[in-house]
């Protein structure tokens, strides 16, 4: 069974950090482009940041610049390092892996529906 855990989620006053990591099991994703998608009530599941098989990262213009995205092959994890946390962060926050595609090691996706493997999402609420 194929398995994406988000862990890491909580709450934070705005201004500060969490650190949100997601933890595969029953595949190893080493070739997989994987990445983080967000979702607040009342809207579309949103993409965050996504990175490559070969470590290249991508990111939503909401957050470039404060949220970093990384990725431990050998852990079978990706984590996201989220910075200056704002009010409009809050949302639950999914893990998704793309699958074997035969991507290019710079291969990023943006899109939910290029990947095939989700976690159940993790809360994160930063108040103002």
Do not use: H
Not at 13 to 29: H, I, K, W
Not at 82 to 91: F, I, Q, R, V, W
Request: proline share 2%; aromatic share 10%.
């Amino acid at each position: 069974q194929v398995q994406l855990v988000e862990s890491g989620g909580g709450l934070m006053q705005a201004g500060g950090s969490l650190r949100l990591s997601c933890a595969a099991s029953g595949r190893t994703f080493s070739r997989d482009a994987m990445g983080w998608f967000r979702q607040a009530p009342g809207k579309e599941r949103e993409f965050v940041a996504a990175i490559s098989w070969g470590g290249y990262a991508a990111y939503a213009d909401s957050v470039k610049g404060r949220f970093t995205i990384s990725r431990d092959n050998a852990k079978n994890t990706i984590d996201l390092q989220m910075n200056s946390l704002k009010p409009e962060d809050t949302a639950v926050y999914y893990c998704a892996a793309a699958g074997r595609r035969g991507t290019a090691v710079a291969a990023v996706f943006r899109n939910r529906n290029e990947y095939d493997y989700w976690g159940q999402g993790t809360q994160v609420t930063v108040s103002s």
